[in-house]
């Protein structure tokens, strides 16, 4: 069974969303894969956090960042898909713009904003993770998060 990381900010976690964890973790189940969501694990040390949650984006086939909240640590989760290939589906209220543009720049990112969670309901039941892949596109001439043969970039 695949594994879909499920990042998001942990510096203040008195204050995550626990509502929008669980729609992402219904809708990774939905699609008959393994979520794992750090940002619901007892606090422990910095280093068992990092050695535990690089043992898991290893594991992983994708990504889902929460970029509600600026985070350095969903920033390096980012950045490790970037450099081995994931796809990554980061999901951003509209009204929390602006948003990093670092990020958002990515070409393997694929940014849904919404502007509420129905919203965002909505969008992730038309996404399978199975139709997610990095490939080359011939018009923007990079690798690129594509959905269902399309590029998310151009």
């Given at each position: 069974m695949s594994t879909v990381y499920i990042a998001c900010s942990m510096i203040r976690s008195v204050g995550i969303?626990?509502?929008?964890?669980?729609?992402?973790?219904e809708w990774i189940i939905d699609q008959h894969l393994e979520p794992f969501t750090p940002g619901k694990m007892d606090d422990t040390s910095?280093?068992?956090i990092f050695k535990r949650d690089m043992k898991m984006l290893e594991k992983s086939d994708f990504i889902v960042a929460d970029v509600n909240e600026p985070s350095h640590g969903v920033g390096m989760e980012i950045m490790y898909a970037f450099e081995h290939g994931m796809p990554v589906i980061c999901v951003l209220k509209k009204e929390n713009r602006p948003f990093s543009r670092m990020v958002d720049g990515s070409p393997h990112v694929y940014l849904i904003e919404y502007d509420n969670k129905q919203d965002l309901k909505m969008q992730l039941e038309r996404i399978i993770f199975e139709d997610l892949s990095i490939e080359f596109c011939e018009v923007c001439q990079n690798k690129t998060v594509h959905f269902e043969k399309i590029c998310k970039r151009c």
């Open positions: 969303d626990f509502s929008l964890l669980e729609i992402l973790e910095p280093d068992v």
